[in-house]
Nanobody
């Protein structure tokens, strides 16, 4: 079984910063990619940023230049999302996603429970 756990959400004023963390654990043979998605009230879930096993990163246009995704060098199963210059429109539940290969079940897409980020104006 594979688990993905996020942490680091909270309340911050506009212009402030937060860092989210996400760790994948369990019967993982290899991790293909990890990423962050978000869902604001009344809206669909959208991509924020992803990082692949070769360190290739991808960002939504709305967060480019403000958010940075990275992984721990010695453990690719942990990723961070550094969020700077936060805006009220960044308010959402942020979900971590991991694309992993397992022995028992092959390739899986696993989601975390989500962590709430609230940016006040």
């Amino acid at each position: 079984q594979v688990q993905v756990v996020e942490s680091g959400g909270g309340l911050v004023q506009a212009g402030g910063s937060l860092r989210l963390s996400c760790a994948a654990s369990g019967s993982i043979v290899n991790i293909n990619s990890m990423g962050w998605y978000r869902q604001a009230p009344g809206k669909q879930r959208e991509l924020v940023a992803t990082i692949k096993s070769d360190s290739y990163t991808n960002y939504a246009d709305s967060v480019k230049g403000r958010f940075t995704i990275s992984s721990r060098d010695n453990a690719k199963n942990t990723v961070y999302l550094q969020m700077n210059s936060l805006k009220p429109e960044d308010t959402a539940v942020y979900y971590c996603n991991a694309g992993v290969f397992t022995i028992a079940r092959g390739y899986l897409e696993v989601w975390g429970q989500g962590t709430l980020v609230t940016v006040s104006s």
